[in-house]
RNA sequence: GCGAGUGUGAUGGAAUAGGUAGACAUAGCAGACUUAAAAUCUGCCGGUCGUAAGGCUGUGCCGGUUCGAGUCCGGCCACUCGCACCA
């Protein structure tokens, strides 16, 4: 191909060829991909701004971390984006859709730790190296817009953010017991341990108490919850997901008053959901770690037993002391508190499976009513109380009991509350507490506050300055960003690389000028991925974070798509940073993602694709053999979204088939150079004379593209089906993208489309084609075809005479009166079975339908000397006929 | 254990409000073109009985509702994912 291919949109052109001895059979996507590419960046045609004219539309997909390649997983999900932005934007709406790098974390320092290259540098390469292969898709993205997380020009806005929820009281330092991964030498939040491991490296994690900064997520738990309900465009499964992580329960803490006080306390709080069964409290366990512990040990003649037993619950790692099938374990502490209904002594215990962190750290124990307290009384010998009666059945007889009752019934051996309905005492028993002061009420949420700080070096510095005198100080805004110095010496020794580093750790105070310390802990990336979606609005901004105006004329994202192992960790970390933003004003909405799309995963071999397994597909050399046209329409075809794909070479075979199929048609109605002038020739005198039998004709010398209102009523059955067929496909697709997300049943319907143009190019004689309804049909079929395979669509709508880019039309429309067949095929059941079918003229009523049915000679042998019971029909579909 | 999802030809999948099960594609088989192959084009393609017309059967299993069930209801089974001693 010559150097410059540019060539203007909406002039003729000849359609290139590959070679001359191969003919037309297949076309050169290795030259027509960059060159559009090429083309389409010169033109900017994918840039956009904020338009108060237009419906805007944000498209967006979550942003790769640039591990420096492109896998199959990307191209799913950046094909998927790509179609519904193009199709939006052929729809008439101004669609934003960006894209970035979250370009902070792990793998880039271990990087350096191994090559010895700068983590910057390390993600600069990848970033760029990503970029190109990104841009061989073809993708339309805003590439004015790219952000990465890493810049100063970003995280000076991450660390602004992060001053905001400081400011608001919802950054906090505090000393706690913390997720610890001794491989990756760093904390983690609670949501990034996967039972109990390291959901990156799988190393179990430890516990150590540390000194840690937290945002205050567990503050907005009732509202993640409630505004679930704001997002019908979610997956129930992620709803489901996050409203079970989140964990709301609803119950009563009690305090059960301690004969004498010990050590200050003079008295324990439980947290019960189950208050209902106070009755039949006959033991009370306290977690190893729970504060009064110490104290009980004090002469205690068991102390040395204890404290083993102590030692032993500590040593067991997270996932052991969490896992159901571990074996209850406890110990008698000796001690006794009462039960503050009945004033009963309750024996103190201390269990391995209670949670320190969870409620208060103290459980009542009933065994009758609760399994886990029931296998532990079974292991001790505690004693059993029946408080509530299963209705209609013998009842239960606590010495015979070999698991615990845990459903509804009527409250026994309780007092006051005798014969009550267990969920009315549930109520009835919370009001009494909180009455006598025995109790109040209260919403417990297994959510955590989310652990922000990393003993890393590759992220957002926290901007925080601790003074001598001043204590704890925020850096002010002028002096952002807190910029992260570039040459470090990574050891992973579990404290901050940039501890090493005395120029940056010492500074003054921003206070009082005197001498003080940076904070030398990294966020969490997963904060600079929680507010990226509102960067793109603006993103060369160096005043703020996010401009308003741009901000609120995007926002909020119409189409988030991504994976769907989000589900809780960014998805909920975003929800939470955009309600901060809403609630500080900085914001209009609430919900950052209106609509989301999970994608499912690509499989190779039944498993998911990884390096680790050895199962992967490389996409760049899928592209280099087939073209990214072919890559995309192979993987929007071969499954739903959000289900897993099985990779398949064949399969992509047949996608590119496909394209050269079409390539092919459309050449055969607008041919290349001589086959252009053989048929100018021929048509001369009739005007679509076929030269070789062959349908070579020019379509050029008619006018219009697209017909808008085809008359098809004067059509003959060939033609009308021609008409019907383009406009059917056009519905098709456009319900299939916009309404459904089925891209699979859009492509097929594309391809049945291809197949009605063949048939109609082969079986209908040359001379008694008609060219406009041809030359319509191929322009439809190219507008459709665009958001899928791009570069071969624009080729082709060039060829065809198309004006300007076909990326820029507008959606074609569908005529609801082409869609109407006069004959439509009815069958006739017998009994329910298909017995015949017929071609009948549409839209007959019930009695014609019924009436044509019977006068079928095989239907009238079917029936013969049976009597007919009834007949049902449904217009233009089925006559049943019940005969017995 | 709890919750969610999935289950359809040899394979990926389709059937959008209960109405022709298997669209579209892959693989396979047969044929045309070719010296041959590739490419391309055409036809066949759930199982079973039958020369055929056609019959029977068939959407994980069992049962139900209905004129009619892949689709709705009840009960199971298998697989996948999420949560998992949260009191």
Redesign the pocket.
Known sequence: MAQDQRRPFGVIQKIPRIQED?MQ??YDFQAIEPQWQQQWQDEHIYRVTEDPAKPKYYCLEMFPYPSGNLHMGHVRNYSIGDVVARFKTMQGFNVLHPMGWDAFGLPAENAAIKHGVPPADWTKSNIANMRTQLKTMGLSYDWDREVATCTPEYYKWTQWLFLQFYNAGLAYKKKANVNWCPSCATVLA??QV??GACERCDSTVEKKALEQWFFRITDYAQRLIDDLEKLPGWP??VK??QE??I?R?E?VEMDFPLPSPIGGFDKLT??????DTIYGVTYL?L?PEHPLVEHLLQNNPKEAEIRAFIKKVLGQSEI??????????GIFTGHYCQNPVTGEPVAIWLA?????????????G?PTH?Q??F?FAQKYALPLKVVIQPVGVPDLVADDMDHAYEDEGVLVNSDRFNGMNNNDALAAIAAYVEETGKGVRKV???LRDWLISRQRYWGAPIPIVYCDKCGEVAVPDQDLPVILPNDVEFKPNGESPLKSRPDFVHTTCPKCGGPAQRETDTMDTFVCSSWYYLRYTAPYSDKDAFERSAVDYWMNVDQYIGG??H??LHLLYSRFFTKVLHDLNLVAVDEPFANLLTQGMVLLGGSKMSKSKGNTVSPEEIIAKYGADTARLFIL????PE????W?D??V???H??L??VW?LVQAYYPGEEASTAGAEASTETGNEASDGKSRISLQQIASLLITNPDVASLNSDDRELVRMAHVTVK?VT??IG??F?F??A???I??L??AL??YK?KVAPKAQNLSLIKDALARLILVLAPFAPHISEELWQAIGGSGSVHQQSWPSYDPAALVQDQ????V?I?????E?LQLPNGLDGEALQAAAMDNQ?VQE?IQGKTI??V?T?PN??V?I?VR
């Not at 439980?270 to 208050?275: A, E, F, G, I, W």
């Not at 075809?637 to 739903?640: E, G, Q, R, V, Y």
């Open positions: 191969i059979e297949r609670n949501e996967v039972e129930d499964k489901t997901m079970n992580w964990g329960s119950g439980v947290y019960t959901t189950r208050q366990v977690a052991l002391r969490t896992a159901t099938d571990t074996e209850k374990e391995n499976y209670v949670l320190a962190e969870y409620g208060t750290g103290a459980v009542m009933v609760d886990r307290d296998e417990n949420f297994r769907v192992e589900a809780i075809f071969a499954a739903p289900r897993d794909l099985e398949s064949r399969g075979e047949g996608a088939r496909f050269n199929r092919r098709r319900e299939d309404q459904r089925n699979n049943t492509v097929s319907a391809m049945e291809v197949n063949y048939l082969d439509v095929p009815v069958v059941q009994n329910g079975k298909v017995r079918k095989r079917l019971v009834k049902i449904v579909k089925l049943n019940v």
